[in-house]
């Protein structure tokens, strides 16, 4: 079971991102609230799957990548968000939960 509050780090991770896309983000409200949903729920999966040892740091690490990629892809899908607006909104949503999941991943997943 994981101990992370998924209601929080979404919260926080949607806040990030909206703070990033500021006068985008009525439109891609819908998208990139699913998409980073998504990606907060990896790292919840990610977390347990460190907890039980079915997953090493180098499989979390690919599988984060994976997921940081197809929110990237899926907010890159919106006309008015340019590749640069994408990436800082998808890194602003993971940095403002790095410590967090860092620390009780127990290794720097997110860098």
């Keep these: 079971m994981s101990t992370i509050d998924f209601s929080k780090i979404l919260g926080d991770m949607l806040d990030a991102a909206k703070?990033?896309?500021?006068?985008?983000w009525p439109a891609v409200e819908s998208l990139a609230t699913s998409s980073i949903k998504t990606l907060a729920q990896s790292l919840i999966d990610i977390e347990e799957m460190s907890l039980k040892g079915t997953i090493t740091k180098e499989q979390a690490a690919l599988l984060l990548s994976m997921h940081k990629n197809t929110a990237r892809i899926a907010l890159l899908s919106v006309e008015v968000?340019?590749?640069v607006a994408a990436e800082?909104?998808?890194?602003?949503?993971?940095?403002?939960?790095?410590?967090?999941?860092?620390?009780?991943?127990?290794?720097?997943?997110?860098?």
């Design 19 to 24: 703070s990033q896309l500021a006068d985008k």
């Design 81 to 83: 968000v340019g590749i």
């Design 88 to 111: 800082q909104a998808i890194n602003a949503a993971l940095d403002v939960v790095k410590d967090a999941i860092n620390n009780t991943i127990g290794f720097g997943l997110i860098s």
